[in-house]
């Protein structure tokens, strides 16, 4: 049974950073892609980044400089590196792990950024 399992939110000042993990477990991370997605309170949830199996990434405009998603396959684990936080960056995100035909969601690391 696939597992994925979010660590590393918290509380932040503005211009602050955090680095979120994923930790994968049921032996599919190397061949899926990454992703992380985000949602805010009262909003849709959002992608953030995703990286392929191959290491493609692919990043929302509002991620794009001060963002940075990186995979570990041999670790099964991805993370997202997040620098220059602005409050509007507030958000429980979440990793997702898809492949060509399944899907699976971690539960969620919440993100505050406020001062």
């Known amino acids: 049974q696939v597992q994925l399992v979010e660590s590393g939110g918290g509380l932040v000042q503005p211009g602050g950073s955090l680095r979120l993990s994923c930790a994968a477990s049921?032996?599919?991370?190397?061949?899926?892609?990454m992703g992380w997605y985000r949602q805010a309170p009262g909003k849709q949830r959002e992608l953030v980044a995703t990286?392929?199996?191959?290491?493609?990434?692919n990043y929302a405009d509002t991620a794009k400089g001060r963002f940075n998603i990186s995979r570990d396959n041999a670790k099964e684990t991805g993370y997202l590196q997040m620098n220059n936080l602005k409050p509007e960056d507030t958000a429980v995100y979440y990793c997702?792990?898809?492949?060509?035909?399944?899907?699976?969601w971690g539960q969620g690391t919440r993100v505050t950024v406020s001062s």
């Open positions: 997702r792990l898809t492949g060509s035909i399944t899907t699976y």
């Open positions: 049921g032996s599919i991370f190397t061949s899926y892609t």
């Open positions: 990286i392929s199996a191959s290491g493609r990434t």
